[in-house]
């Protein structure tokens, strides 16, 4: 199954059963990665976790960049906390609500992001919802010059704690970098 973005433009997810190989899936998205802005698949967990899907990411074709992975919310943006915001993203709930969330950028982010997007590839790695994420990056780059692409809560790993479950960003589900190749700044 192929998930297209909802401006109905390049896929950005391919969902495969797990009775599919390994193997073959692997050969079916070497052919497709040129062509895809971030390939998604789920694939069996081989952990002791009750089979619990894993997700295994392939992101955009690897160029000669090393890849440079900025969490969202603390590092790119803050939570304005009584400061006038820069941004403001509007959530809709379910129960028909609306929540606002305001965020200040962090100063000289854009310095920072003009002087490292020539030498990385750079990613929003965060554990927020896609919607918002997207809302505050299409806000910080709404030219796509910088980000190469905004991996989101479904790109993360479920951990279960004594008294909470959390989500982990987990660089391991990146198949298609070398880890040595592979920068988090969280």
Known sequence: MCIRDSMGGE?????????????????????????AAIVRYLGRDFSADKGKKEPILLLTAPRKRKTLLIDLIGTIVAPAEGRTPDITVTISEKNGRWIYRNYIVRPYLET??????????????????????????????????????VLTREHCSELSLVDRRVLVKN????VNRKKENIIAID
């Open 112 to 149: 920072f992001l003009k002087k490292l997007s020539p030498f990385f590839e750079l990613f929003v790695f965060t554990e927020e919802k896609r919607r918002t994420a997207t809302t505050i990056t299409d806000k910080l780059d709404p030219r796509r010059q910088y980000f190469a692409g």
């Open 11 to 35: 896929a950005i997810a391919m969902v495969f059963s797990p009775s599919i190989s390994v193997d073959r899936r692997q050969r079916f998205t070497a052919k497709m990665i040129e062509e």
């Open 171 to 174: 660089v391991d589900a990146i």
